[in-house]
């Protein structure tokens, strides 16, 4: 059974989640660290866009710089993504595509999957009925609400999956941050989130964090047929990250890149 590397779960500024999310990416690429399972929280609350966006098209920048929420462009494709700091757990995965492939999942909506059968796994634990679909991005459903969005990028061979657990939502403060399509009133697009998201506290009484971590741990392990061993990050990737914080995440140059 291979054993991948755990990082137990942190709270960041989105700057560093970003980075440390690429960092780990380019160590596992050159064989400097273990396939990685990574959770995080952030602070302050976070907008992260999609690689391919324009912020100013997705983001009220003066109500997120009013607020002090971080606005990060991220390396994976996808939408916007507002992280509230007290209302969602983020994963990553780092591990070689062909380790996926091996195992017979080929399709990129089945590489997405069957990283998200973990916390499917996680959440059967408390007898939910949790689903895989799409809706902008591959994402889990909670009787029929979602509750988690995920983004992928490849490189050199191996893959990056990172995504949302939501534990509560907050759609007003989402979209005082978060632009509406155009010609559609932010109030609508409020209603919207109510009616299709929801928060998995909701849905669990008596929510216990560490006990839900303990259920993604052993979820992450029996679909990736994998052993999960606690670890900490390396020298090399935290200097890597602090490196890309500084030259790349905080920028100007890289957050606006496609205005």
Same mark, same amino acid.
């Given at each position: 059974m291979d054993i991948w590397r755990f990082l137990p779960l942190e709270i960041r500024d989105?700057?560093?989640?970003? @980075?440390?999310?690429e960092s780990i990416l380019q160590s596992c690429i #050159?064989?400097?660290t273990p396939n990685t399972i990574r959770l995080f929280k952030w602070d302050p609350s976070t907008v992260t866009i999609g690689y391919h966006q324009s912020v100013s098209d997705e983001v009220n920048i003066a109500v997120a710089k009013e607020k002090k929420f971080n606005i990060v462009r991220r390396i994976t494709g996808g939408g916007a993504v507002f992280h509230d700091s007290k209302g969602e757990i983020t994963y990553s995965v780092v591990c070689p595509?062909? +380790?996926? #492939?091996?195992?017979?999942? =080929?399709?990129?909506?089945?590489q997405y999957e069957v990283i998200t059968q973990g916390?499917?796994? @996680?959440?059967?634990?408390? /007898?939910?009925?949790?689903?895989?679909?799409?809706?902008?991005?591959?994402?889990? $459903?909670?009787?029929?609400?979602?509750? &988690?969005?995920? @983004?992928?990028?490849?490189? &050199?061979?191996?893959?990056?999956q990172h995504g949302t657990i939501l534990l509560k939502i907050t759609p007003e403060l989402m979209y005082s941050v978060l632009k509406a399509p155009n010609n559609v009133p932010t109030k609508k697009m409020v209603a919207s989130v109510y009616a299709k998201v929801i928060g998995i506290k909701e849905q669990? /009484?008596? $929510?216990? #964090?560490?006990?839900?971590?303990?259920?993604?741990?052993?979820? $992450?392990?029996? =679909?990736?047929?994998?052993?999960?061993?606690?670890?900490?990050?390396?020298?090399?990737? +935290?200097?890597?990250?602090?490196? +890309?914080v500084i030259e790349k995440y905080s920028s100007d140059k890289w957050l606006y890149k496609y205005e």
């Open positions: 989105g700057y560093w989640n970003m @980075a440390l999310d #050159e064989k400097k595509l062909k +380790l996926l #492939e091996e195992k017979g999942f =080929t399709r990129m909506i089945e916390i499917i796994e @996680a959440l059967s634990n408390y /007898q939910l009925g949790s689903d895989k679909g799409v809706i902008h991005c591959p994402a889990i $459903f909670l009787d029929g609400k979602k509750i &988690s969005g995920n @983004a992928q990028v490849k490189r &050199s061979g191996y893959i990056l669990i /009484q008596n $929510f216990n #964090e560490n006990e839900f971590i303990s259920y993604l741990i052993n979820g $992450f392990e029996k =679909t990736l047929g994998i052993k999960l061993e606690k670890g900490k990050f390396s020298k090399y990737e +935290l200097d890597l990250a602090e490196k +890309l």
